[in-house]
């Protein structure tokens, strides 16, 4: 059974590559020998099946499938251009993907913008598709927290929350007025998205070790009020920065604030809600002023909503048990690792700001 293993895994890799970089009839990628070399020796290095495997297929799924995030995905090598329509099947696995990212402590834009530097791919026609996966995690907020909706609703003098929420969301909303052009040009470059992958991992490994010197020496409280929530706010605007998990950066600003790790986690998931509306908002005026249509992408478009609801509302309901009675060194461990592997990369020329290298291609070609 253990020597069929190592075969069943291969044939299961060359099943789930029948569609990825380097299929049959897919442009050919040129390759620089150099790095190419430098790449495969790291891989052989991390071993052959099962782990190998483990490898090829972690790389199908974080960067075959997120790459894909649109109606079409144009990748670029000199006078290279291919064009590849989102499917049913890839449109439910980006909702998958989303309903994780959205309220894992993983952050979703720096696993994005490393994505793209990775594969240099440029994004076209992404509003619509980006408006409804919003809606899906937006729904799966309003599920998963309802009786707190309606009775933040139904009595917003009794019950603070609603309040709690807007003046959570002010820091944010200023960072985004103030420093619009300096988080533009944050987002598109990869400068420092390796050290905010560490800095998300250090704040999570600080979030369970203060959190527990809290609760032994009973000074964690079990909710928010209005110093917690602005502390928890100006955390979020420093979760604007891809690199930096929103989740995970609110919720260390409410431990700071002595609240304990249950009610940061679930305010923080709330904080959520007027973040998501907010870009729904921006992102629904800009997709007006294009006048984007859904095209032949309706059917995937849609159950990548309807699963980015499913999967966050589990999403959420699993992070609030792990927090409860868990830490988060497993999530601190994974950030941390992606943001090595993302400064060992920039430091080998592998991903460049703004092109895409020969390292880059032998990569792609080296896990396809």
């Known amino acids: 059974m253990a020597s069929a293993l190592p075969t069943l895994m291969n044939t299961a890799w060359m099943l789930l590559s029948s569609s990825a970089l380097g299929a049959p009839g897919s442009t050919a990628l040129p ?39 649109v109606y079409t995905i144009r990748i670029r090598d000199q006078n290279m251009e291919r064009m590849i329509r989102l499917s049913i099947l890839e449109g439910a696995l980006l909702g998958i993907l989303q309903g994780l990212a959205e309220f894992l402590p993983i952050s979703s834009s720096g696993h994005l913008n490393l994505f793209q530097a990775l594969l240099h791919v440029e994004l076209e026609n992404q509003l619509l598709f980006n408006i409804l996966l919003h809606v899906g995690t937006l729904i799966a907020v309003a599920v998963v927290f309802w009786k707190d909706w309606i009775d933040m609703l139904l009595h917003p003098i009794k019950n603070r929350t609603l309040l709690l929420l807007f003046v959570a969301s002010l820091p944010a909303l200023a960072a985004k007025i103030l420093f619009d052009s300096q988080l533009e040009y944050v987002e598109t470059h990869i400068t420092f998205l390796g050290i905010c992958f560490l800095i998300t991992g250090l704040m999570l490994l600080l979030t369970t070790r203060i959190s527990r010197k809290q609760e032994q020496n009973g000074t964690a409280k079990g909710q928010v009020g209005f110093f917690e929530a602005l502390v928890m706010g100006c955390l979020q605007a420093i979760g604007m920065l891809p690199g930096i998990s929103r989740s995970g950066s609110t919720i260390f600003g409410g431990v700071c604030a002595k609240v304990n790790r249950e009610a940061a986690a679930k305010f923080s998931f709330m904080m959520s809600a007027p973040a998501i509306v907010g870009s729904l908002l921006v992102e629904g005026k800009d997709a007006l002023e294009a006048g984007i249509s859904f095209g032949d992408s309706l059917p995937a478009i849609l159950v990548g909503m309807v699963l980015a609801a499913i999967v966050g509302y589990l999403s959420i309901r699993f992070f609030l048990k792990v927090i409860a009675n868990a830490s988060l060194d497993g999530f601190a461990l994974y950030v941390t690792i992606v943001g090595v592997i993302t400064i060992l990369f920039q430091a080998m020329g592998v991903i460049t700001d703004n092109t895409v290298t020969d390292a880059t291609l032998a990569l792609i070609r080296t896990l396809g």
């Open 31 to 69: 390759s620089s020998a150099k790095h190419s070399a430098k790449i495969e020796s790291f891989l052989l290095r991390i071993g052959r099946p099962p782990s190998f495997f483990f490898g090829k297929l972690f790389a199908f799924m974080t960067l075959h499938i997120p790459m894909r995030m």
